[in-house]
């Protein structure tokens, strides 16, 4: 059984920055694509990153592309996204995926930028 705990969502200003992590537990972390989707109010599921198992390749949406990066330890089991440039349009709530055979969803972190 796998577990995905995200952590570091909250409240900030447009231009402000955020760092969203997930720590996954109970399987070879190391083995497995991991990623990062977000739900605004109202909308559909959104990717916005995604790493390989290594960390040498990275997919990003569109919107999120020079602000956004995405990375990963392995060593702690953990994936990370720190987002930068923030704009209101990325208030979300933001879930943490990986595959381990089957898809796995963290609880999800509410990201709000306004001012």
């Known amino acids: 059984q796998v577990q995905l705990v995200e952590s570091g969502g909250g409240s900030v200003q447009p231009g402000g920055s955020l760092r969203l992590s997930c720590a996954a537990s109970?399987?070879?972390?190391?083995?497995?694509?991991m990623a990062w989707y977000r739900q605004a109010s109202g909308k559909q599921r959104e990717l916005v990153a995604r790493i390989t198992a290594g960390g040498g390749n990275t997919v990003y949406a569109d919107s999120v592309k020079g602000r956004f990066t995405i990375s990963r330890d392995n060593a702690k089991n953990t994936v990370y996204l720190q987002m930068n440039s923030l704009k209101p349009e990325d208030t979300a709530i933001y879930y943490c995926?990986?595959?381990?055979?089957?898809?796995?969803w963290g609880q999800g972190t509410q990201v709000t930028v306004s001012s």
């Open positions: 109970g399987s070879a972390f190391r083995n497995n694509i």
């Open positions: 995926y990986g595959w381990f055979g089957e898809n796995y």
